[in-house]
Nanobody, 133 residues
Framework: QVQLVESGGGLVQPGGSLRLSCVTS????????IAWFRQGPGTEREGVSC????????SYGDSVLGRFTISRDNAKNTVYLQMNSLKPEDTAVYYC??????????????????????????WGQGTQVTVSP
């Protein structure tokens, strides 16, 4: 069974850092794309970063480029999102997702700005990130 479990969210001051983790099971990280999305109150779910979306490379949304870094540890089946220089507008629930089917499916609308046509079929439950003084 495909599962994705996020952790690492919390409350942080502007300018601070957090590292999110997405522990996966039921599939190989080498063969599928893993992306981080976020959704703030009243907003559409937007793509933050993706690993393996395009020829094994890392991709980023325009709003986080240069501040966030995605990485993975295949031995631990885990994908990380290092978030630096956090801003209040980064406040959102952060989700990880994969184009592998078989996990929890989310029917809602999402978008991302990096190139590619991946369809994300399995989602985690999300972790809250709040950036506030």
């Amino acid at each position: 069974q495909v599962q994705l479990v996020e952790s690492g969210g919390g409350l942080v001051q502007p300018g601070g850092s957090l590292r999110l983790s997405c522990v996966t099971s039921g599939f190989s990280l080498d063969n599928y794309a893993i992306a981080w999305f976020r959704q703030g109150p009243g907003t559409e779910r937007e793509g933050v970063s993706c690993i393996n979306c395009r020829d094994g490379m890392s991709s980023y949304g325009d709003s986080v480029l240069g501040r966030f870094t995605i990485s993975r540890d295949n031995a631990k089946n885990t994908v990380y999102l290092q978030m630096n220089s956090l801003k209040p507008e980064d406040t959102a629930v952060y989700y990880c997702a994969t184009d592998m089917s078989g996990g929890t499916y989310w029917k809602g609308t999402y978008h991302y700005t990096w190139s590619g046509t991946k369809v994300f079929l399995s989602w985690g439950q999300g972790t809250q990130v709040t950036v506030s003084p």
